[in-house]
C-alpha cells in the first residue's frame, strides 16, 4: 500500500448488506465501532482454537490411532499430511467461491463440518474412511483461516490488528497448550472420546456464534476484483514472499525439534523446550496485538530480526540448555506474533478484498509448512541437526529484506 493515499485506496469498513436482507441480518449488520466487540472475538478465538486441534491432533495420539485403525504409523501420518495439502489446495478457490455468503452464516456452517468430521473420525473404524473425513476438515480450515482475520477486523475496524491477534490467539493457545492437553487427554480417556469432545465443542461454538456474532454480509462482485486483482495488489507479492521465507525458516527446525534437542545432549527434554516455546508464543499474541494498529512495519522488522537472531544461537550455542530454552522462548514470541502482523499487513493492503488476500496468505503458509519440513529432512540427512539452525537462520534473514525492502507497498511506516 502506498504511503500516499489517494481516495479510492481509502479502506471501506462499512459493511455491505446487500446480500442478506432478513430482518436479523439487518439488525445485527453494523457492529458499534464503540464498544470492543470481545464476545465475538472470543467466539472466533474458538474456532481457530478448535481448528489447530483438529489439524495436529493425530500426530500426539498416532501410535494408538494407527493401531485401531489396524495401519502402520507411517500411514497413519497420511491423516496430519492430507490436511495440510486440503487446506493449502483449496483455501484460495474455496474462499472465492464463497465470498457472497454472510460471514456468520459461513463460520455457523464450517462450525457443524468440523462437528461432523470430528463425529466420523471419533466413530470410523475404516482408515480409507477417516481419511476423507480428514481431507473434508483440511477443505473446512483453509477457508476458515482465510475468513477469520477478515471477519475480526471487521468487527473492530478502527482497531483490526489488536481484534486480529485476539481471534488468532485461539491458534497459539491450542498449539502451545491445547495439544499437548488434548495429547494427555488422549492417552487418559482414548482418543475417539477426545476426538467427540472436539465435536462437542464446535457445536458450543456454533451455538455462542449465533449468539454473539453479527451477521456481517459477503462481498459483492465487483468489477475489477477477484483473486488476480488481488494479487496483483501493490504490497501483497512482498507480505506473502515474507511469510514463505518465514514459515520455511519456522519449521526447518521446528520440524526437527526432538532430533535437534537429543543430539545437543541438553539437561531437558524437547517436551520442555517446546513447551517454553508455547509460552513465548502467547507472549508473541500480546505483542502483535498492542503494536498492529500503530507500529506494524516496526513490529514485524523486530520480530522477524529476533527470530533470525534466536536460530543463530541455537547454531552457535547448541550445547548450552540455558541458551537453547532462552532461544526457544524469545523463538516462540515470534512465532505467535508475526502471523498476526502479516495477516494484518494483508489486510491493510487489500482492504476490499481481505478474504481473498487472507487466502493467498493460507495457501502460502500452508506450502511453507511442507517445504520446510521437506528442506529440513534434506540438511539433517545431508548435513546433520548442527545444519538445521543456520538453514533457518538464512531463510529468516531474507524475510527480514524482504520486508525492509517493502517499505512503499505491504509495510509502510506508521502514517
Not at 534437542?261 to 505483542?287: H, K, N, P, Q, Y
Request: proline share 6%.
Amino acid at each position: 500500500m502506498s504511503s500516499t493515499t489517494h481516495p479510492s485506496d481509502v479502506p471501506d469498513t462499512s459493511p455491505d448488506t446487500s446480500p442478506d436482507t432478513s430482518p436479523d441480518a439487518t439488525r445485527d449488520a453494523t457492529p458499534d465501532a464503540s464498544r470492543w466487540p470481545l464476545g465475538g472475538l472470543l467466539v472466533l478465538a474458538g474456532a481457530a482454537f478448535v481448528t489447530i486441534l483438529t489439524e495436529a491432533l493425530p500426530a500426539g495420539v498416532l501410535p494408538v490411532m494407527s493401531a485401531d485403525l489396524q495401519v502402520t504409523e507411517a500411514r497413519a501420518g497420511l491423516l496430519v499430511t492430507v490436511y495440510a495439502l486440503a487446506a493449502a489446495l483449496t483455501a484460495i478457490p474455496v474462499t472465492a467461491w464463497t465470498l457472497i455468503v454472510p460471514r456468520r452464516t459461513l463460520l455457523l456452517a464450517l462450525l457443524l463440518g468440523f462437528a461432523a468430521t470430528n463425529a466420523v473420525t471419533a466413530v470410523s473404524a475404516d482408515f480409507a474412511l477417516t481419511l476423507v473425513a480428514r481431507v473434508v476438515s483440511g477443505v473446512f480450515a483453509g477457508l476458515l483461516w482465510a475468513m477469520v482475520p477478515a471477519y475480526a477486523a471487521r468487527l473492530a475496524p478502527e482497531r483490526s490488528g489488536k481484534a486480529i491477534a485476539t481471534a488468532l490467539a485461539g491458534m497459539t493457545v491450542g498449539l502451545s497448550l491445547g495439544i499437548p492437553a488434548g495429547t494427555a487427554l488422549g492417552g487418559l480417556i482414548g482418543w475417539r472420546w477426545t476426538f467427540g469432545l472436539l465435536t462437542g465443542l464446535a457445536l458450543a461454538l456454533a451455538a455462542a456464534a449465533l449468539w454473539r456474532l453479527p451477521q456481517l454480509a459477503g462481498e459483492r462482485a465487483r468489477r475489477g476484483g477477484g483473486l488476480w486483482a488481488t494479487i496483483r495488489t501493490p504490497g501483497i507479492a512482498a507480505i506473502n514472499t515474507a511469510s514463505i521465507a518465514t514459515v520455511l525458516g519456522f519449521y526447518v527446525l521446528y520440524t526437527y525439534i526432538a532430533p535437534f534437542v537429543e543430539r545437543a545432549e541438553l539437561d531437558v527434554s524437547t517436551g520442555t523446550v517446546l513447551f517454553v516455546f508455547g509460552l513465548g508464543s502467547m507472549g508473541g499474541v500480546w505483542i502483535a496485538g498492542v503494536t498492529a494498529d500503530r507500529r506494524l512495519r516496526t513490529a514485524t522488522l523486530v520480530l522477524l530480526a529476533v527470530a533470525t537472531l534466536c536460530l543463530a544461537s541455537f547454531g552457535l550455542f547448541s550445547h548450552s540448555t540455558a541458551a537453547v530454552l532462552f532461544g526457544a522462548l524469545l523463538w516462540g514470541g515470534t512465532h505467535g506474533g508475526i502471523p498476526t502482523l502479516m495477516q494484518t499487513a494483508g489486510v491493510r493492503a487489500a482492504p476490499r478484498d481481505p478474504d481473498t488476500a487472507n487466502s493467498l496468505w493460507v495457501t502460502g503458509w500452508n506450502i511453507g509448512m511442507a517445504g520446510g519440513s521437506l528442506l529440513g529432512g534434506v540438511v539433517l540427512t545431508g548435513a546433520g541437526t548442527g545444519a538445521l539452525p543456520w538453514t533457518a537462520c538464512a531463510l529468516l534473514a531474507a524475510s527480514v529484506l524482504t520486508v525492509a525492502f517493502a517499505r512503499r507497498n505491504g509495510f509502510p511506516p506508521a502514517g
